[in-house]
Protein backbone atom coordinates (compact mmCIF):
# COMPACT_ATOMS: atom_id res chain seq x y z
CA UNK A 1 0.00 0.00 0.00
CA UNK A 2 1.44 3.71 -0.96
CA UNK A 3 2.83 5.23 2.40
CA UNK A 4 0.59 8.25 3.35
CA UNK A 5 2.56 11.39 3.34
CA UNK A 6 2.61 14.02 5.59
CA UNK A 7 3.60 17.71 4.03
CA UNK A 8 3.98 20.75 6.15
CA UNK A 9 2.92 24.21 4.26
CA UNK A 10 5.08 27.26 4.58
CA UNK A 11 2.62 30.29 3.22
CA UNK A 12 4.93 33.08 2.89
CA UNK A 13 3.78 36.31 3.16
CA UNK A 14 6.80 39.29 2.79
CA UNK A 15 9.30 36.92 3.56
CA UNK A 16 7.76 35.41 6.94
CA UNK A 17 5.70 32.32 7.26
CA UNK A 18 2.22 33.35 8.53
CA UNK A 19 -0.95 31.31 9.11
CA UNK A 20 -4.48 32.88 9.58
CA UNK A 21 -8.07 31.17 9.55
CA UNK A 22 -10.00 30.79 6.13
CA UNK A 23 -7.68 32.82 4.54
CA UNK A 24 -7.65 35.80 6.16
CA UNK A 25 -6.14 37.09 9.51
CA UNK A 26 -3.22 36.47 8.49
CA UNK A 27 0.00 36.27 11.63
CA UNK A 28 3.60 35.45 11.24
CA UNK A 29 4.10 32.28 12.61
CA UNK A 30 7.67 31.66 12.21
CA UNK A 31 11.20 31.83 10.51
CA UNK A 32 10.73 30.14 6.42
CA UNK A 33 13.64 28.41 7.17
CA UNK A 34 13.74 27.40 10.64
CA UNK A 35 10.43 25.86 9.63
CA UNK A 36 11.37 24.42 6.98
CA UNK A 37 14.85 22.61 8.48
CA UNK A 38 12.73 21.52 11.74
CA UNK A 39 10.08 19.67 9.38
CA UNK A 40 12.43 18.32 6.99
CA UNK A 41 14.67 17.06 9.90
CA UNK A 42 11.62 15.56 11.88
CA UNK A 43 10.69 13.33 8.74
CA UNK A 44 7.96 15.42 6.86
CA UNK A 45 7.82 13.46 4.02
CA UNK A 46 7.89 16.45 1.35
CA UNK A 47 7.14 20.71 1.95
CA UNK A 48 5.07 22.88 0.27
CA UNK A 49 6.20 26.55 0.22
CA UNK A 50 3.10 28.63 -0.84
CA UNK A 51 3.98 32.85 -1.20
CA UNK A 52 0.25 34.39 -0.67
CA UNK A 53 2.63 37.66 -1.21
CA UNK A 54 0.41 40.37 -3.15
CA UNK A 55 3.79 41.93 -3.88
CA UNK A 56 3.93 43.30 -8.09
CA UNK A 57 8.01 42.17 -8.52
CA UNK A 58 7.13 38.55 -6.55
CA UNK A 59 9.84 36.87 -8.25
CA UNK A 60 12.67 38.91 -6.93
CA UNK A 61 11.43 38.65 -3.08
CA UNK A 62 10.51 34.81 -3.95
CA UNK A 63 13.57 33.63 -5.22
CA UNK A 64 16.10 34.13 -2.77
CA UNK A 65 13.75 32.22 0.01
CA UNK A 66 13.22 29.59 -2.61
CA UNK A 67 17.02 28.90 -2.51
CA UNK A 68 17.80 28.82 1.06
CA UNK A 69 14.88 27.01 2.11
CA UNK A 70 15.62 24.70 -0.42
CA UNK A 71 19.98 24.50 0.70
CA UNK A 72 18.04 23.45 4.39
CA UNK A 73 16.00 20.50 3.40
CA UNK A 74 16.78 17.26 2.02
CA UNK A 75 12.97 15.82 0.84
CA UNK A 76 10.85 16.99 -2.10
CA UNK A 77 9.81 20.44 -2.19
CA UNK A 78 7.05 21.92 -4.14
CA UNK A 79 6.78 26.15 -4.27
CA UNK A 80 3.56 27.85 -5.40
CA UNK A 81 1.80 31.29 -5.52
CA UNK A 82 1.78 33.55 -8.12
CA UNK A 83 3.17 31.11 -10.55
CA UNK A 84 1.80 32.51 -13.57
CA UNK A 85 4.22 31.92 -16.71
CA UNK A 86 6.94 29.52 -17.65
CA UNK A 87 9.66 31.51 -16.89
CA UNK A 88 8.06 31.85 -13.44
CA UNK A 89 8.23 27.93 -13.39
CA UNK A 90 12.07 27.86 -14.72
CA UNK A 91 13.10 30.75 -11.64
CA UNK A 92 11.61 28.52 -9.07
CA UNK A 93 12.86 25.15 -10.69
CA UNK A 94 16.48 26.56 -10.79
CA UNK A 95 16.18 27.49 -7.04
CA UNK A 96 15.70 24.13 -5.86
CA UNK A 97 11.91 23.43 -6.62
CA UNK A 98 11.06 19.92 -7.32
CA UNK A 99 7.69 20.62 -8.18
CA UNK A 100 5.81 24.03 -9.26
CA UNK A 101 2.08 24.52 -7.48
CA UNK A 102 -0.12 26.44 -9.61
CA UNK A 103 -3.43 27.82 -8.87
CA UNK A 104 -5.00 30.80 -9.82
CA UNK A 105 -2.77 31.66 -13.76
CA UNK A 106 -4.00 27.82 -14.30
CA UNK A 107 -7.82 28.97 -14.27
CA UNK A 108 -7.46 31.82 -16.62
CA UNK A 109 -5.17 29.98 -18.52
CA UNK A 110 -6.05 25.86 -18.21
CA UNK A 111 -3.39 25.10 -21.23
CA UNK A 112 -0.26 26.43 -19.25
CA UNK A 113 -0.57 22.91 -16.99
CA UNK A 114 -0.23 21.09 -20.48
CA UNK A 115 2.81 23.63 -21.28
CA UNK A 116 4.72 23.17 -17.62
CA UNK A 117 4.03 19.49 -17.81
CA UNK A 118 5.21 18.78 -21.69
CA UNK A 119 8.57 20.55 -20.73
CA UNK A 120 8.89 19.65 -16.90
CA UNK A 121 6.91 16.38 -16.53
CA UNK A 122 3.23 16.13 -15.26
CA UNK A 123 5.33 15.16 -11.58
CA UNK A 124 6.46 18.52 -11.58
CA UNK A 125 3.26 19.90 -11.71
CA UNK A 126 0.69 20.59 -8.93
CA UNK A 127 -2.59 22.11 -9.45
CA UNK A 128 -3.46 23.87 -6.49
CA UNK A 129 -7.55 24.27 -6.04
CA UNK A 130 -9.40 26.57 -3.07
CA UNK A 131 -12.52 25.89 -3.14
CA UNK A 132 -15.50 26.95 -0.90
CA UNK A 133 -19.40 25.95 -0.56
CA UNK A 134 -21.87 28.54 -2.77
CA UNK A 135 -25.38 27.25 -2.49
CA UNK A 136 -23.97 23.88 -1.56
CA UNK A 137 -21.70 23.68 -4.76
CA UNK A 138 -18.22 23.26 -3.86
CA UNK A 139 -17.08 26.37 -6.26
CA UNK A 140 -13.12 26.96 -7.47
CA UNK A 141 -12.09 30.22 -6.10
CA UNK A 142 -8.65 32.05 -6.72
CA UNK A 143 -6.41 35.21 -6.04
CA UNK A 144 -5.84 33.75 -2.36
CA UNK A 145 -9.55 32.88 -2.29
CA UNK A 146 -11.11 36.25 -2.94
CA UNK A 147 -12.73 35.36 -6.29
CA UNK A 148 -15.20 33.39 -7.25
CA UNK A 149 -14.79 31.69 -10.61
CA UNK A 150 -18.10 29.97 -10.78
CA UNK A 151 -16.10 26.52 -11.84
CA UNK A 152 -17.30 23.50 -10.38
CA UNK A 153 -14.57 21.99 -8.06
CA UNK A 154 -14.94 18.63 -9.52
CA UNK A 155 -15.32 19.19 -12.96
CA UNK A 156 -11.83 21.55 -12.65
CA UNK A 157 -10.17 19.11 -11.44
CA UNK A 158 -10.97 16.79 -13.79
CA UNK A 159 -9.93 18.82 -16.31
CA UNK A 160 -6.95 19.77 -14.33
CA UNK A 161 -6.24 16.02 -14.65
CA UNK A 162 -7.01 15.68 -18.83
CA UNK A 163 -4.33 18.97 -19.15
CA UNK A 164 -1.53 16.35 -17.61
CA UNK A 165 -1.35 17.59 -13.82
CA UNK A 166 0.23 15.37 -11.80
CA UNK A 167 -0.98 16.19 -8.27
CA UNK A 168 -4.08 17.83 -7.34
CA UNK A 169 -3.58 20.25 -3.85
CA UNK A 170 -7.27 20.43 -2.78
CA UNK A 171 -7.62 23.25 0.05
CA UNK A 172 -10.90 23.91 1.63
CA UNK A 173 -11.30 27.72 2.06
CA UNK A 174 -14.17 27.07 4.82
CA UNK A 175 -11.52 24.55 6.92
CA UNK A 176 -8.14 26.20 6.51
CA UNK A 177 -6.75 27.05 9.87
CA UNK A 178 -9.98 26.05 11.96
CA UNK A 179 -8.28 22.99 13.30
CA UNK A 180 -11.81 21.31 13.44
CA UNK A 181 -10.79 18.38 10.88
CA UNK A 182 -10.37 18.26 7.00
CA UNK A 183 -13.19 18.53 4.56
CA UNK A 184 -13.89 14.51 4.46
CA UNK A 185 -16.36 14.37 2.09
CA UNK A 186 -15.23 16.72 -0.58
CA UNK A 187 -11.86 14.91 -0.26
CA UNK A 188 -13.31 11.63 -0.35
CA UNK A 189 -15.27 12.30 -3.62
CA UNK A 190 -12.96 14.19 -5.79
CA UNK A 191 -10.40 11.64 -4.46
CA UNK A 192 -12.26 8.94 -6.42
CA UNK A 193 -13.17 10.99 -9.23
CA UNK A 194 -9.53 11.71 -10.14
CA UNK A 195 -6.74 8.95 -10.89
CA UNK A 196 -3.71 11.31 -9.87
CA UNK A 197 -3.12 11.75 -6.41
CA UNK A 198 -5.01 14.28 -4.53
CA UNK A 199 -3.57 16.08 -1.69
CA UNK A 200 -5.86 17.03 1.22
CA UNK A 201 -5.29 20.68 2.74
CA UNK A 202 -7.24 22.70 5.22
CA UNK A 203 -8.70 22.19 9.02
CA UNK A 204 -5.86 19.94 9.85
CA UNK A 205 -5.90 20.02 13.76
CA UNK A 206 -5.57 17.12 15.46
CA UNK A 207 -3.75 13.42 15.04
CA UNK A 208 -7.49 11.96 15.23
CA UNK A 209 -8.10 14.10 11.87
CA UNK A 210 -5.33 12.46 9.83
CA UNK A 211 -6.58 9.20 10.60
CA UNK A 212 -10.08 10.29 9.97
CA UNK A 213 -8.94 11.37 6.70
CA UNK A 214 -6.73 8.48 6.06
CA UNK A 215 -9.42 5.47 6.81
CA UNK A 216 -12.40 7.49 5.34
CA UNK A 217 -10.61 8.52 2.00
CA UNK A 218 -8.68 7.52 -0.29
CA UNK A 219 -5.78 10.54 -0.48
CA UNK A 220 -2.46 9.32 0.11
CA UNK A 221 -1.60 13.00 1.51
CA UNK A 222 -1.93 15.42 3.61
CA UNK A 223 -0.79 18.86 3.94
CA UNK A 224 -1.01 20.97 7.19
CA UNK A 225 0.32 24.53 8.48
CA UNK A 226 -1.49 25.76 12.10
CA UNK A 227 -0.88 22.38 13.90
CA UNK A 228 2.73 22.21 13.01
CA UNK A 229 3.44 25.51 13.04
CA UNK A 230 2.16 26.33 16.84
CA UNK A 231 3.63 23.21 17.69
CA UNK A 232 0.72 21.48 19.26
CA UNK A 233 2.17 18.15 17.74
CA UNK A 234 5.58 17.71 15.74
CA UNK A 235 6.02 15.85 12.34
CA UNK A 236 7.62 12.80 14.12
CA UNK A 237 4.98 12.53 17.12
CA UNK A 238 2.21 12.60 14.54
CA UNK A 239 3.79 10.15 12.57
CA UNK A 240 4.74 7.88 15.02
CA UNK A 241 0.61 8.18 16.52
CA UNK A 242 -0.43 7.52 13.06
CA UNK A 243 1.84 4.21 12.72
CA UNK A 244 0.33 2.84 15.85
CA UNK A 245 -2.99 3.77 14.57
CA UNK A 246 -2.10 1.22 11.72
CA UNK A 247 -1.60 3.60 9.12
CA UNK A 248 1.26 3.50 6.23
CA UNK A 249 3.79 6.51 6.96
CA UNK A 250 6.97 6.19 6.11
CA UNK A 251 10.18 6.47 8.40
CA UNK A 252 10.23 9.44 10.98
CA UNK A 253 13.28 10.47 13.49
P1 LIG B 1 -4.19 24.53 8.05
O1 LIG B 1 -5.66 24.39 8.21
O2 LIG B 1 -3.60 25.59 8.96
O3 LIG B 1 -3.46 23.23 8.14
O4 LIG B 1 -3.95 25.17 6.57
C1 LIG B 1 -3.50 24.40 5.51
C2 LIG B 1 -3.69 25.19 4.24
O5 LIG B 1 -5.05 25.54 4.04
C3 LIG B 1 -2.92 26.52 4.29
O6 LIG B 1 -1.62 26.26 4.66
C4 LIG B 1 -2.87 27.23 2.95
O7 LIG B 1 -3.32 26.48 1.87
C5 LIG B 1 -3.72 28.46 3.06
N1 LIG B 1 -3.68 29.22 1.84
C6 LIG B 1 -3.93 31.30 0.68
C7 LIG B 1 -3.80 30.60 1.88
C8 LIG B 1 -3.83 31.26 3.11
C9 LIG B 1 -3.98 32.65 3.10
C10 LIG B 1 -4.12 33.34 1.90
C11 LIG B 1 -4.09 32.68 0.69
C12 LIG B 1 -3.92 30.60 -0.64
O8 LIG B 1 -3.97 31.32 -1.67
O9 LIG B 1 -3.81 29.35 -0.70
Redesign the pocket.
Known sequence: MLKKRIIP?L?IMDGKAV??TN?KG?KVAGDPVELAKRYSDEGADELVF?D?SATIEKRSTLVPLVEKVARAINIPFTVGGGIGREEDVKAVINAGADKIGV?SAAVAEPELIARIASQYGSQCVVV?I?TKRVHNEWQVFVH??SKPTGLNTFEWARKAEELGAGEILL?SIE?????SGFAINLTDMLSQLVHIPVIA????GHVSHFVELFTQTRVNAA?????LHYGEVSVSQLKQQLFAAGIAVRPFR
Open positions: CDKGFLLINADGGTHDGMKSGGALAASI
